[in-house]
């Protein structure tokens, strides 16, 4: 007797040589199973569009692999079976050709400047000043050194060169900060620009004056904070003097397990609450291995809606929307790639470099090893980490 067997709309079915994933994303279920020859016919013909995710079955006629297939679709909740004729149908979740950025990259002749502006969204400047010390600038928010650095009116002009109003996020990344006036003034013109705006400092930086002025400002601060001796014991004396009361969130910079332990005890020991560990490469393959890749209990752990696994198949979650100004005037969508511009472009023609040449908005996982997993959709963007290590994954599963 003829049946239908039906998955719902939110039920991946990813195949990838001799593997399949099913992926609920609305229950975040997940299950592996050996993609036989036995499964191929079947499973094809879930996937071919024009079925709608609808096949006809005839339960008695199926082999062992499509008999244990199919149970594990209606056992887990994937789908469904419904009596022949089908009365319902489902919509696979495809990705809606519409909405997908690479129809601007065909665009970009056309009048679209309205249109490409909104996909700017952050804001990132190095202001630069002597601040030796390593590249980390190249992995995270860390202060750039430099024998210039951006003078008031130049990061003032920029940013009314660049003014848009779909910018919600400014972030200024100081070397130094040498005058406590143009802190305030700058303060000013920030929020007038983007709703969220945020200051980092590394804690070698601060002084009781800036303490105090950054204090008053109602502007989110970030302090660098990373182990070595001048830095430790400015952020304990720092910690001492404001015990009980943190103005300002922090963001502690991670190359070892010692390093960890440190940062842990002393998040516990003055009770701080707003606080990131950013994991730093700095010739420390061992540690990224054991602590950063993932691994498979990670990726099994992994809950995310549709509209993030859409976006990981056309966008880069990590990079999209952020152009970054150096000290030297250059901008950049990604400071491991060269740059798409310099601070008196117009915003429609970074915007534009940036899609046409791609060095980070739509960096997606469609390299090997990750183009043949499984798991491609379920991996967070690429990021810096994959630049500086010269690798397309950082996973232990291929």
Not at 216 to 221: E, G, K, M, R, V
Not at 267 to 288: M, R, T
Request: aromatic fraction near 14%; proline fraction near 5%.
């Amino acid at each position: 007797m003829k049946q239908v067997l039906i998955l719902f709309p939110d039920t991946f079915l990813w195949l990838k040589d001799n593997t399949g994933l099913l992926y609920n994303a609305k229950s975040f279920k997940k299950d592996g199973f050996n993609y036989t020859t036995a499964l191929r016919s079947l499973c094809s013909a879930l996937l071919f569009v024009d079925n709608l995710y609808t096949i006809e079955i005839e339960p008695e006629n199926l082999t062992a692999e499509e008999v244990k297939f199919v149970d594990l679709v209606i056992r887990k909740k994937y789908g469904f079976i419904t009596e022949h004729p089908a009365k319902a149908y489902s919509l696979p979740p495809v990705l809606s050709i519409q909405n997908d950025i690479k129809k601007m990259e065909l665009n970009l002749s056309r009048s679209v400047n309205e249109n490409i502006l909104k996909y700017l969204t952050t804001l990132t400047i190095y202001t630069g000043g002597r601040f030796p010390g390593p590249l980390y600038y190249r992995q995270t928010y860390y202060p750039f050194h430099s024998e210039s650095r951006l003078e008031n009116s130049e990061i003032l002009n920029f940013l009314d060169h660049i003014h848009s109003r779909y910018i919600k996020k400014i972030n200024i990344v100081f070397s130094r900060i040498e005058a406590i006036n143009f802190l305030i003034s700058l303060s000013g013109k920030l929020k007038a620009a983007a709703p969220k705006v945020v200051y980092y400092c590394h804690v070698r930086e601060l002084s009781d004056n800036i303490t105090s002025i950054l204090t008053q400002l109602d502007i989110t601060t970030i302090l660098i904070c990373e182990y070595e001796p001048a830095s430790l014991t400015a952020l304990r004396d720092f910690l001492e003097y404001h015990r009980g009361l943190h103005p300002f969130e922090f963001n502690f910079l991670i190359r070892s397990q010692t390093e960890y332990n440190y940062w842990e005890h002393l998040v516990s020991q003055y009770e701080i609450k707003l606080y990131k560990y950013i994991p730093i490469y700095d010739n420390n393959y061992a540690f990224f291995n054991r602590f950063v890749f993932l691994n498979k209990e990670d990726i099994n752990s992994v809950a995310l809606s549709k509209r993030i696994v859409f976006a990981h198949q056309s966008v880069n979650i990590n990079f999209f929307g952020e152009l970054i100004l150096l000290p030297d005037g250059l901008v950049y969508s990604n400071v491991n790639k060269p740059p798409i511009g310099c601070m008196q472009d117009s915003p429609y023609d970074l915007i534009k470099n940036e899609l046409h040449k791609n060095y980070a908005w739509r960096v997606i996982r469609d390299q090997e090893p990750c183009s043949e997993c499984v798991y491609q959709w379920l991996c967070p963007s690429p990021g810096q980490y994959e630049l500086i290590l010269g690798k397309n994954n950082l996973c232990t599963l291929k």
